[in-house]
């Protein structure tokens, strides 16, 4: 009896373990293929929620059924006018058919390996096919001059092609190269574009260049406008001295007129009192000299007779 409860016992066991082997539960972001002996069987699971397969032999190979990026490395490449840069790239990519992506790839590892291979191939026939000026620019647009000494560098070479169509020739001649590999890739773009170091430092040179003789320039203008500016304030200042000399010399002139007459006015003043003085010192030295019985004979011509004569009529 306790035999037969412990074969009982394995065969539930192995029933259980078979269920749980037979059920997957496939994830809203997975997709699977089920193979059987390294064989794909049937047609690819793509809906979410629990499926069945054959519990021992038959196994499950899952799939990111989002959106997968891809980075580039670096490349050095050649564009069309002989001008070497360091490419950067990326892209986003999804697995569209399960089945034949893994028939002929594999896995994820085997796609981005791949893609690999192709982006990186169609990227350096795609740089090396255009100017550097169609690769970094998009558009013909009209720059936006904040500043009149940048005109002359602001003046932008036309363009055939441009950035966004180089990047749109990429993705679709990849995509036709991955039409049988069970992907689809969804976008392309140019992350990072560079000049290799020693073409860099030429650019660098030739910006430096190109800076120094605006400077240059500019120099040069500032120096005439401040020979400008030196002369004109000369030229005012000297009419300003003259006008001043004029106004100075004007107001000395009325100063001294002011002057004399003051002085004249003063000095007949002086004169008066000086000629009052000496008649009242005259009078104190008659009143002194003479007394009741002084007799004394004057010169009508004298000044002190006209003096009597005029106070004293009769």
Do not use: C
């Amino acid at each position: 009896m306790k035999k037969k409860n412990i074969i009982l016992l394995v065969i539930g066991a192995v029933i259980l373990v078979a269920a749980f082997d037979a059920i997957f539960i496939l994830d809203e972001k997975e997709q699977a293929i089920v193979t059987q002996f390294g064989k794909p069987v049937g047609d690819a699971r793509v809906d979410p929620g629990p499926n069945v397969k054959i519990p021992f032999i038959q196994k499950v190979q899952f799939f990111d059924k989002r959106y997968l990026k891809w980075d580039g490395d670096p490349n050095q490449i050649p564009t069309a006018d002989k001008k070497f840069i360091f490419v950067e790239s990326y892209a986003r990519w999804e697995i569209t058919d399960p089945l034949q992506f893994f028939m002929r790839l594999r896995d994820e590892t085997s796609g981005q390996s791949r893609l690999d291979d192709i982006l990186d191939g169609e990227t350096r026939n795609a740089v090396a096919s255009h100017d550097l000026l169609e690769i970094v620019r998009s558009t013909n647009r009209t720059p936006e001059i904040h500043e009149e000494h940048l005109e002359e560098l602001e003046e932008l070479e036309e363009i055939s092609v441009g950035r966004d169509k180089i990047e749109g020739e990429i993705l679709r001649s990849a995509n036709e190269r991955v039409e049988d590999l069970g992907i689809r890739i969804l976008d392309f773009r140019f992350k990072r574009l560079n000049y290799v170091d020693e073409v860099r430092e030429r650019v660098f040179d030739r910006m430096i260049s190109e800076r120094e003789r605006i400077a240059d320039r500019f120099r040069s203008e500032g120096e005439g406008e401040a020979s400008s500016i030196r002369g004109d304030k000369q030229r005012d200042l000297d009419e300003i001295m003259s006008e001043a000399e004029r106004e100075s010399e004007t107001i000395r002139g009325r100063a001294d007129a002011e002057a004399s007459e003051t002085y004249a006015s003063a000095y007949d003043q002086n004169n008066a009192s000086r000629d009052l003085y000496s008649f009242l010192r005259a009078m104190e030295a008659l009143e002194n000299s003479f007394d009741d019985k002084t007799s004394v004979i004057l010169s009508t011509e004298s000044e002190l007779y006209r003096y009597l004569r005029s106070n004293n009529p009769d």
